[in-house]
């Protein structure tokens, strides 16, 4: 039977990696997208289905536990259990914190870091009553260095790997590992956003002098949704060009 994978904000420039390359390892893969996206994301249906990927799509606001949970039922009910959650829904609203105003540090909070609490906390029981689940949270080499005029969202991401080493205690006897991606800056729309000048002079600090490419993110969270990554748990595994070692 084929592993059943939720992938969050997986219409987006990592997501759609990461979904592909479960489908093409093999997984039934589900992509979650915001329900104001749902003209979009029947778009990306039809063209991942052009590439040979039949991967469906669900709407859902993961910043909302409610939502959250009915689109879990929803994935259930259709397509069975939840087997390989990975919580990629991301946003920034990158301002200096002088002038960081609270609904750009909540949005990011809500969006980065209670989705994480919401979807998980709908699998959580179940994977453990199964013995099996793989939980892959998509933080930040910014949530592991800081960064100038993110201090919302590296707030979010480093604590998304708190949640990670402590669930990954919880579920390291029952089979199930949590572990935590960090990519450096990858070639998507949230880095585009980013001033010319400000993405050129990032790109000059990255020893590969270049972004990462979403494949290239997304072949680490394949090998730890796999069955062989089944001993690795608790782990952030930073994939950024070596802009950050520690
Ligand atoms: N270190 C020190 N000073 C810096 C700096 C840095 N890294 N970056 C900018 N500054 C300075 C500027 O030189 C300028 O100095 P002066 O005022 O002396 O001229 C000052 O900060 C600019 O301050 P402002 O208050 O005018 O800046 P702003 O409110 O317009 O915000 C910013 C600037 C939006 C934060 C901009 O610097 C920026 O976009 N920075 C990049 C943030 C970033 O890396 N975002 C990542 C997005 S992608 C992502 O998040 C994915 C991922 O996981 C990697």
């Not at 020893?207 to 730890?224: G, K, Q, S, V, Y």
Request: with cysteine; net charge negative; aromatic share 6%.
């Amino acid at each position: 039977m084929a592993r059943i994978a939720l992938v969050t904000g997986g219409i987006g420039g990592i997501g759609t990696a990461i979904c592909t390359r479960l489908a093409k390892d093999g997984c039934s893969v589900v992509a979650n997208h915001h329900p104001t996206e749902a003209a979009a994301a029947e778009e990306w249906k039809k063209a991942r289905a052009a590439e040979g990927y039949e991967i469906a799509t669900i709407a859902a606001d993961v910043s909302s536990f409610e939502d959250s949970a009915r689109m879990i039922k929803e994935i259930t009910d259709q397509f069975g259990p939840v087997d390989i959650l990975v919580n990629c829904a991301g946003i920034t609203r990158d301002k200096t914190f002088k002038k960081m105003e609270s609904a750009q540090w909540e949005a990011v909070i809500n969006v980065n870091l209670n989705s994480v609490f919401n979807v998980t906390r709908q699998v959580w029981e179940g994977m453990l009553e199964r013995g099996y689940g793989r939980i892959i949270n998509i933080s930040s080499v910014n949530g592991q260095r800081g960064q100038f005029g993110q201090a919302n969202y590296s707030a979010a991401k480093a604590g998304m790997h708190g949640f990670t080493m402590a669930l990954a205690q919880e579920g390291a006897s029952k089979g199930v590992t949590v572990n935590t991606i960090s990519p450096g800056y990858v070639e998507t729309a949230m880095t585009l956003a980013m001033d010319d000048t400000v993405r050129n002079s990032i790109i000059g600090g990255i020893p590969m002098r270049r972004m990462a490419r979403p494949d290239e993110i997304a072949a680490a969270i394949a090998f730890l949704a796999s069955d062989e990554a089944g001993y690795m748990t608790g782990a952030n595994l930073p994939v950024n060009g070596g802009l950050f070692m520690h």
